[in-house]
């Protein structure tokens, strides 16, 4: 027996990845007395053992798994301790107590946290974080040096390695989580990674949207800080934020900044319009302070959004946009925000990098101020800026196999985190369809190819200043399943090429504005 939905309200399952939910606890809470699918498994005889175990993997790699009705044992090691159940409704155990078993000398080791007296507790597959009482998540969050920004809690990613464990004790066993458990750079125990202040980098948090990744990080503004996730886009300069004067559908499901809450908000009498290639947005200008990366900017213009036109903001991962390129281009002259951090001297260097993480792994990464070595191999390619307005360059050539299939006679192209894909003039990019064997799906929005033919698919190389920068398949070649499009784009009869997250994800990629020139190397995927 099944339920067939015909109102799922609100926008939580709009933006679920699953279609529907598949219940394993007991029938006692099954609405309308349904009988559970295990439960007509175990009547049916369809299962060996009465039971199902669960087997989560680390940090988005694959290989999760359930299996019904029996154990597999290479997925875990030593004796399973068996809890009873206490109630048959949920997975409901007793839990004795939760302590902080601490590696530093500084705090108290066996210290009692929080369900000092016991307390029930259930075990489920269906909740992402572990979630406790308000009285107790707070002094957890404190032991192990959290600190709250908006309900949200942050650590510094430098002390992960001397963090205490956790240690939850069940039925006079105690069962421990080490900081690499509960610290990811997204909420788990509501405790996020933050990266150190002084160093200037910022670990973005990552979704799969559509055919292509979506980039962001989390930024705040005002006093006390309102946090908002933003695109870092070297292909516009201005920062922007919904704000609660917008009534815009884009604005309803995203953060939105009150200048009233903050005391350094200064208000101007200046208007702003952005136009971008997938949407808009109109507002005003007013000062604020900003954080970003631990780097505090006290005197930051920003765009309060009023009006959020179409529907590609509403859908949008992110809240609002950083813009990083040349203040030539910022709407209403605003100055972007590097620039102000280099004219204040927050940064040691005038210049930023990107690192950007491939498939569903973790750690991209924008540096300010600073270049990483860890994210790079072999020597940096540095090429000059042309025009000091987006972060373009001069292109010679695109080859494949030695011989020229596109930009025969040269180009202008940019480079650009905030496009996905690498995108090119129309009859350039079809042509590069033809040598890789692509065919185009849906006017052009998606370009397919057999999966089977990756192993034999051709390098793109990109010639840009006398230095060659070559793609394999598997980073122009998404695969989702038994579908693998490439990450190649029509852009109509302009010529301007835009080298995006596709190209950026192999080339690790600095831009100084110190030299104004764009460094390439090749990236260490972790």
Partial sequence: MFGLSETEPGSFLYYSPFDGILGLAYPSIASSGATPVFDNMMNQGLVSQDLFPIYLSRNGATGSVVVFGGIDESYYTGQINWVPV????YWQIAVDKTRLSCLPVSMINGQVVACSQGCPAIVESGTSLIAGPPSEIPTIQQWIGAVNSNNEYYINCQNIPSMPQ?????????????????VRQDLLLSSACKPPPQNGSYTFFRELKLISFSYYGIISIGTPPQSFK?????????????????????CSNHNKFNPDLSSTYRSTSQTVAIQYGTGSMTGILG????????????????????????DFLYYSVSDGILGLSYPSISATGATP????????????????SFY??????????????????SYYTGQ????????????????????IDGKVVACASGCQAIVDTGTARIVGPTSDINNIFAYVGATERQYGLQSIVNCNSLGSMPDVTFKINGYQFSLPPSAYVSQEGSSCTTGFGLNGNNQLWILGD???????SIFDRGNNRIGLAKAVHL
């Fill in 356 to 373: 950007l993480s491939r498939d569903d792994q973790e750690g991209s990464l924008v540096t300010f101020g600073g270049i990483d070595p």
């Fill in 230 to 250: 933003v695109v870092f886009d070297t292909g516009s300069a201005n920062l922007w934020v919904p704000s609660i004067y917008c009534n815009s559908n884009a």
């Fill in 337 to 352: 925000v590097f620039d102000n951090m280099m004219a204040e001297g927050l940064v040691s260097q005038d210049l930023f």
């Fill in 502 to 508: 596709v190209f950026i994800r192999e080339w690790f």
């Fill in 380 to 399: 940096i390619y540095w090429v000059p800026v042309t025009s000091q307005t987006y972060w373009e360059t001069t292109m010679e050539s695109i080859t």
């Fill in 287 to 310: 000062y604020d302070t900003v954080t970003v990366a631990g780097i505090v900017d006290p005197n930051q213009i920003f765009g309060l959004s009023k009006t959020e036109p179409g």
């Fill in 166 to 182: 956790v240690v939850i004790t069940i039925n006079g066993i105690p069962y421990t989580l080490p900081a690499s458990a509960y």
């Fill in 86 to 89: 206490t109630t048959q409704g």
